[in-house]
C-alpha cells in the first residue's frame, strides 16, 4: 500500500497541491518511525509491529 500512497503524493505534488503532499509523507514517516507496518515493512524492521492494510492506513492517520 505504500506504492501507492507515494504515488498519490507524487500526483498532489504535480497539481501544486504540496501541503496535502507534505502530509501524506508526514504521516508515512510517522508509521514506519512507530514500527506499525505491512508485512513488505515488518520482515525489514526489527521489533515492528505487522498490521493489515487497513490498519496501516489508520495508522497514517494518526501521523499526520
Known amino acids: 500500500p505504500s506504492a501507492l500512497i507515494l504515488s498519490v503524493r507524487q500526483m498532489f505534488q504535480y497539481m501544486g497541491w ?21 508485512y513488505d515493512f515488518a520482515r525489514q524492521l526489527e521489533g515492528a509491529e505487522k498490521v493489515s492494510c487497513s490498519e496501516f492506513g489508520e ?6
Open 18 to 38: 504540496d501541503e496535502a503532499a507534505d502530509t501524506i509523507l508526514e504521516g508515512l514517516r510517522g508509521a514506519i518511525a512507530s514500527k506499525q507496518v505491512t
Open 59 to 64: 495508522v497514517i492517520i494518526d501521523h499526520m
